[in-house]
């Protein structure tokens, strides 16, 4: 259905059950008759594949008195009782239940899948021995990471939880026990391995939402570098449209956005304005993946998360993006504005500066999120549905969205595909002139400027002045050229290393410049 309505997708999970008994790694062929088929088809149109897993077997499982009868199973958790059932949990410091173990697991690493979906069964462990759970799960969660990766030579991923809290869900009770949902904070998988961490399994409610902050926050603060949740929670409850909605533009700006769960989560389900809400969302979501890709690996080794949380419902993005949650219902928020100066998402021309306190009620299409001033963010543009494409021609587009405003800054880029390498872009804007540097880049970039007030007398690139050319006639196989359109900002398409310079003190709201094929030169930052 996501496909069919130009909603993007980037990866499936198939959740349980899957298998022919929980944790075989073999796909069930009553409930899946042509899986192959399926990952096949999933994967021609770039869909990475998760598999929800976890580590027990069950006492059904034809092969639970094998590995029972042989020790492959924990000392004191062979009759382990779960969500799914009774069963043994795998003894991962026993070389021989490892063997027998990865056997398993190669069956389905065989079918080419992206990553794992662990679930966090050692929970319960902690009302026996929480030392013994703690080195459990570092065990459990770092072996699904590790070997699949040593097994396939790819890079592996697994999703599983961070710190959430352990309560009446984790213990299988009633949720009327613990109406507020309070509990212990629980740390599953350990954050070096842990590339998607999500908080899972709260209730459809604005209570549900509530948890899942306080969930998202302590797993930031603790280091996890991708932290997200199940948008709109994961158990039953009723349809709430702007709850829906509320969720998954949360979901939209943390840097894992998941959508999945017993109660509504189909955009479509809803009405047409949730569709073209969520499609825009998603999209926005998936350009932002070079952004935050970039950062990632810094982040990564100094031990902390693409998300900064700030006081009350605010958090950083990454390093230029500014965010306040909504948390209950009517749409409205207040704000306090961090240092430096900022521009609003669905409006650059709105401009608010730190220290700045906002109330506001913002309508179900708009969130209260907020760019920093002067800043440059990479995006990768592959969508024309709600996104930043130049036009049709330019499918693939990767791009340099500049915000209005004096600053300036560099970064360093990363391309992942198909291996990889790293780039550099740095930039200088004030009242009179911008002026933009890059080093080392694989592939063609529109430059995106925002904030143009008077359109400049001649553009420079690498000391040339551009031509102009009509915006629709645009395309990636042209020459140095640039095209000036009303109430569009400004475009540049170049290669590898370039000095851009752009005068700012003329007349027109906006324009749109293009350029390609640029000399090579060495530029200095």
């Given at each position: 259905?996501y496909?069919?309505?130009?909603i993007?997708?980037?990866?499936?999970?198939?959740?349980?059950?899957?298998?022919?008994?929980?944790?075989?790694?073999?796909?069930?062929?009553k409930r899946?008759?042509?899986?192959?088929?399926?990952?096949?088809?999933?994967k021609?149109?770039?869909?990475?594949?998760?598999?929800?897993?976890?580590?027990?077997?069950?006492?059904?499982?034809?092969?639970?008195?094998?590995?029972?009868?042989?020790?492959?199973?924990?000392?004191?958790?062979?009759?382990?009782?779960?969500?799914?059932g009774?069963?043994?949990?795998?003894?991962?410091?026993?070389?021989?239940?490892m063997?027998?173990?990865?056997?398993?697991?190669?069956?389905?690493?065989?079918?080419?899948?992206?990553?794992?979906?662990?679930?966090g069964?050692?929970?319960?462990?902690?009302?026996?021995?929480?030392?013994?759970?703690?080195?459990?799960?570092?065990?459990?969660?770092?072996?699904?990471?590790?070997y699949?990766?040593?097994?396939?030579?790819?890079?592996?991923?697994?999703?599983?939880r961070?710190?959430?809290?352990?309560?009446?869900?984790?213990?299988?009770?009633?949720?009327?026990?613990?109406?507020?949902?309070?509990?212990?904070?629980?740390?599953?998988?350990?954050r070096?391995?842990?590339?998607?961490t999500?908080?899972?399994?709260?209730?459809?409610?604005?209570?549900?939402?509530?948890?899942?902050?306080?969930?998202?926050?302590?797993?930031?603060?603790?280091?996890?570098?991708?932290?997200?949740?199940?948008?709109?929670?994961?158990?039953?409850?009723?349809?709430?449209?702007?709850?829906?909605i509320?969720?998954?533009?949360?979901?939209?700006?943390?840097?894992?956005?998941?959508?999945?769960?017993?109660?509504?989560?189909?955009?479509?389900?809803?009405?047409?304005?949730?569709?073209?809400?969520?499609?825009?969302?998603?999209?926005?979501?998936?350009?932002l993946?070079?952004?935050?890709?970039?950062l990632?690996?810094?982040?990564?080794?100094?031990g902390?998360?693409?998300?900064?949380?700030?006081?009350?419902?605010?958090?950083?993005?990454?390093?230029?993006?500014?965010?306040?949650?909504?948390?209950?219902?009517?749409?409205?928020?207040?704000?306090?504005?961090?240092p430096?100066n900022?521009?609003?998402?669905?409006?650059?021309?709105?401009?608010?500066?730190?220290?700045?306190?906002?109330?506001?009620?913002?309508?179900?299409e708009?969130?209260?999120?907020?760019?920093?001033?002067?800043?440059?963010?990479?995006?990768?543009?592959?969508?024309?549905?709600?996104?930043?494409?130049?036009?049709?021609?330019?499918?693939?587009?990767?791009?340099?969205?500049?915000?209005?405003?004096?600053?300036?800054?560099?970064?360093?880029?990363?391309?992942?595909?198909?291996?990889?390498?790293k780039?550099?872009?740095?930039?200088?804007?004030?009242?009179?002139?911008?002026?933009?540097?890059?080093?080392?880049?694989?592939?063609?970039?529109?430059?995106?400027?925002?904030?143009?007030?008077?359109?400049?007398?001649?553009?420079?690139?690498?000391g040339?002045?551009?031509?102009?050319?009509p915006?629709?006639?645009?395309?990636?196989?042209?020459?140095?050229?640039?095209?000036?359109?009303?109430?569009?900002?400004?475009?540049?398409?170049?290669?590898?290393?370039?000095?851009?310079?752009i005068p700012?003190?003329?007349s027109?709201?906006?324009?749109?410049?293009?350029?390609?094929?640029?000399?090579?030169?060495q530029?200095?930052?």
């Open positions: 259905g496909l069919e309505h130009d993007p997708v980037s990866g499936v999970i198939i959740d349980s059950p899957w298998e022919t008994h929980y944790n075989t790694f073999e796909f069930d062929t899946f008759p042509d899986y192959k088929e399926l990952i096949e088809e999933l021609s149109k770039g869909i990475a594949i998760i598999l929800w897993i976890t580590s027990a077997i069950n006492t059904d499982d034809p092969g639970y008195e094998y590995a029972l009868k042989n020790g492959y199973f924990l000392k004191g958790f062979e009759r382990y009782r779960w969500w799914k009774v069963g043994g949990l795998i003894d991962y410091q026993n070389p021989q239940a063997e027998f173990w990865h056997q398993r697991m190669d069956k389905a690493l065989a079918l080419g899948i992206d990553g794992w979906k662990v679930d069964i050692d929970a319960m462990m902690a009302l026996k021995s929480p030392r013994k759970r703690k080195e459990y799960a570092r065990l459990y969660y770092s072996d699904f990471f590790y699949s990766r040593e097994k396939t030579g790819k890079p592996i991923v697994i999703m599983a961070g710190i959430e809290e352990f309560n009446e869900h984790t213990l299988g009770l009633p949720g009327w026990l613990n109406p507020l949902r309070l509990g212990i904070p629980l740390t599953y998988a350990p070096e391995v842990s590339f998607m999500w908080m899972g399994d709260q209730d459809p409610s604005w209570n549900g939402l509530r948890v899942a902050w306080r969930n998202f926050k302590k797993s930031a603060q603790a280091g996890y570098l991708n932290p997200g949740f199940d948008i709109f929670g994961y158990r039953s409850g009723k349809p709430d449209k702007e709850l829906f509320r969720w998954a533009q949360w979901g939209a700006f943390s840097p894992l956005m998941e959508n999945g769960g017993i109660a509504e989560h189909r955009p479509w389900a809803y009405d047409e304005q949730t569709v073209e809400i969520y499609r825009q969302l998603t999209v926005w979501h998936e350009e993946g070079w952004y935050l890709y970039s990632a690996e810094k982040r990564y080794l100094q902390k998360s693409l998300v900064e949380i700030l006081k009350d419902q605010s958090y950083f993005l990454g390093d230029a993006i500014f965010i306040t949650r909504i948390s209950r219902a009517g749409g409205k928020a207040r704000i306090e504005f961090p430096g900022w521009r609003y998402w669905y409006e650059l021309s709105e401009s608010h500066q730190a220290g700045e306190k906002l109330r506001k009620t913002f309508p179900l708009e969130y209260p999120v907020y760019l920093r001033s002067g800043s440059l963010i990479p995006l990768w543009v592959s969508f024309s549905y709600g996104g930043h494409q130049l036009n049709p021609d330019f499918h693939q587009q990767d791009t340099f969205w500049l915000i209005p405003g004096e600053g300036q800054g560099s970064r360093e880029l990363i391309y992942p595909y198909p291996k990889m390498s780039a550099r872009v740095s930039w200088k804007r004030d009242a009179q002139t911008l002026e933009l540097f890059t080093q080392n880049l694989k592939k063609p970039v529109v430059v995106l400027v925002e904030g143009i007030e008077h359109l400049p007398k001649k553009v420079l690139a690498n040339k002045i551009l031509k102009s050319k915006c629709p006639e645009i395309s990636p196989r042209d020459d140095l050229e640039f095209c000036l359109k009303p109430a569009q900002p400004v475009l540049i398409l170049s290669y590898s290393h370039f000095h851009l310079s700012l003190h003329r027109l709201s906006s324009a749109s410049l293009k350029a390609q094929h640029l000399r090579r030169i530029s200095s930052f």
